[in-house]
């Protein structure tokens, strides 16, 4: 209110959006497990998802082998989506982010349904997470890295 309003001149002029803006959503595609929660949790019915089994052998002798899924079809149809951040949440595997990148309007509406390639190449424009609050607890994964490069000296 004690604010003057000034009119953007987009695109001539690019919007300061904050980093954590929520323009499209990327895909770490290495992370996804195929387990369906976003597209259950999905209000919009807005993903699809395809996968298929693959077995990895046993790398021992006498160990099982392993079956894992593996992505054949990840889309996201930007003209239902209703930035929502649910199917973000939801992710166990961390494998969907939120990017700031908005201009990807498009003259054909099924333009707007991002295959996983696309969904892949957003994850370049994904801002570094903030960093820690001074004294926060590091992430158990943090740390089990950290003490696996530093291993504790055994004293002899
Ligand atoms: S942001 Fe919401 S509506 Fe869009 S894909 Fe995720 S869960 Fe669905
Ligand atoms: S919730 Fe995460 S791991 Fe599961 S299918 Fe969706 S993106 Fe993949």
């Not at 959006?17 to 019915?45: D, F």
């Not at 054949?72 to 989506?81: A, E, H």
Request: charged share 30%; hydrophobic share 35%; proline share 8%.
């Amino acid at each position: 209110m004690l604010k003057r309003s000034v009119t953007a001149h987009y695109p001539d002029v690019e919007p300061d959006l904050p980093p954590r803006s929520r323009g499209v959503i990327a895909l770490q595609e290495e992370n996804c497990t195929s387990c369906m929660l976003c597209a259950r949790e999905c209000p919009s019915w807005c993903i699809e998802i395809d996968s298929h089994k693959e077995t990895i052998p046993a790398t021992t002798e006498g160990g099982k082998d392993r079956s894992i899924n593996v992505l054949d079809r990840f889309d996201i149809d930007y003209s239902i989506c209703m930035y929502c951040s649910i199917c973000i949440e939801v992710c166990p595997f961390d494998a969907l982010h939120w990017s700031p990148e908005f201009a990807y309007a498009e003259g054909d509406i099924t333009d707007l349904t991002h295959d996983m390639n696309r969904l892949r190449e957003w994850m370049w424009t994904v801002p570094a997470p903030p960093a820690l609050d001074e004294g926060a607890e590091k992430s158990k994964e943090l740390a089990a890295y950290e003490a696996k490069l530093n291993p504790p000296e055994v004293a002899e």
